[in-house]
């Protein structure tokens, strides 16, 4: 080999090599980071995306969706988190389903009730009675007070008036009003009524609150928001991660230095600004941690004062709907005198099961708040023998149920990338009445440059606790980045 064909063959491999180094710099390099992969981490950076932003979204699971999770389950699909649309105006969700001719089906979720001596309910009886205590409180009292109260002393004048009967019957009360209070947490993902406030600022959107993905599932909302759904091309400037869990963000206020991002595999990405969408069970465990510097005390209170709570599944599968009723959902009330004789445990607190519109023969038994969070501790065989046990007590009088061929469970707390489900208004929430909005508001630089924004249900003031106000919360903090004109 000559001298001077050495010469060239050096100098080419330098310039190799200074390109792949410029390439890999340009690569970590972005407008825009969005740690996490939920609704509002997807929403935020589809939309940036769509205006053109280069954008990173860094999901430390190995999927995306966050607490929505469409797993494949028998014959079609179930959903491990969120199950529904909850209302079609104004809704973000509703209106992307419809705009892309995704059919979304409304599901009846009023029960047939079964006691515990096998024996059914008065089914009209005990739905008009939950219909009045989910409605009783749509109109405050001026003092805040614990939603259970309030409730329980709404229901005790209306059966005076309209089931005046039932007073003669102080066990059948008792029991109903633990009912009522199961049905209750369950909505609000609590372990107890008395620990949600009267003064809650969640508003309804108007029309159905439970609208089912069926088949499905609520994985489509984030193939539409990718630009994936039927084989759409993507977002050719939107670029995401999985399995990149992020340990620290590094932030300045001096206007010309980036920030930083690192994950714990020791890889770094640098952007403009980023976007946080991790759940508030997940700040109030890691902000400490993940934040240099650490964040205002302003944010630090609006992290301790938000509350984060547990709504969990237990799902079975069975060879046949051996279940019999014309209903889909089911709700479970104990008889004072055989409450007697159960020990007190966790699985007299299981309230309801229903059948998922995914898929058949399938029921999902549902728990909440302290509860949910042991039965996600115990061993396989134990939550399925003690969940059969109940099904078989409630459901089983005049029918053989047999044994589920599968069985899947949720587990939102242990996941050390949610640590629950959603918030709600606590208790205390009215002595914190900004908290939600001092959690969105974003960190600035020196010149009131947003560097680091805040989106997630969380952050919502009147839709926390849904999909749509994660979507919403996404688009919100991606507004704030964009001229007005992009929007």
Known sequence: MTAAWLVLVAILSANAVYAASVGENQSTMYDTIVVGMGASGTSAASTLAQAGRRVLVLEAQNRIGGRVCTVPFGDGVVELGAEWI???????????AIKNNV??????????VFLSDGSKGDRALINDLVDFALQSCEDPPKEPQPLGQCITNRLMDYIRVHHPDLLKDQDFLTELLAFLDLVIDNYEATTSWNDITTESKYRELDGDQHISWHKNGYKTLFEILLNTYNNGPGLPTLEYKLNKEVTQINWSEDPSKKVVVTCKDGSSYTADNVIVTVS???????????FNPGLPPKKLDAIQNLHMGLLGKIILRFDHEWWISDYRSYGFMWRAQDRLTVPDDVWTRLQAASCPMGCSKVLTVWTSG???RLIE???EDVVKRKTMELLRRFMGANVTVPEPVEMIRSSWYTNPYT???????HIDSPLHPNARADLAQ?????????????????????????VHGAVDSGRREAARLLPKSKI
């Open 280 to 290: 508030i069970g997940v700040l109030k465990e890691r902000h400490t941690s993940l």
């Open 377 to 379: 501790t115990l061993p």
């Open 442 to 466: 974003p960190i600035t630089d020196s010149a009131g440059v947003p560097r680091i924004l805040f989106a997630g249900e969380a952050t919502e003031a009147t839709h926390f606790s849904t």
């Open 86 to 96: 909850h209302g079609q105006v104004p809704s973000t969700v509703y209106d992307l």
């Open 370 to 372: 302290d509860i949910g």
């Open 419 to 425: 640590r629950g489900s959603y918030t709600y208004d």
């Open 103 to 112: 059919s979304v089906i409304s599901q009846d979720i009023s029960m047939d």
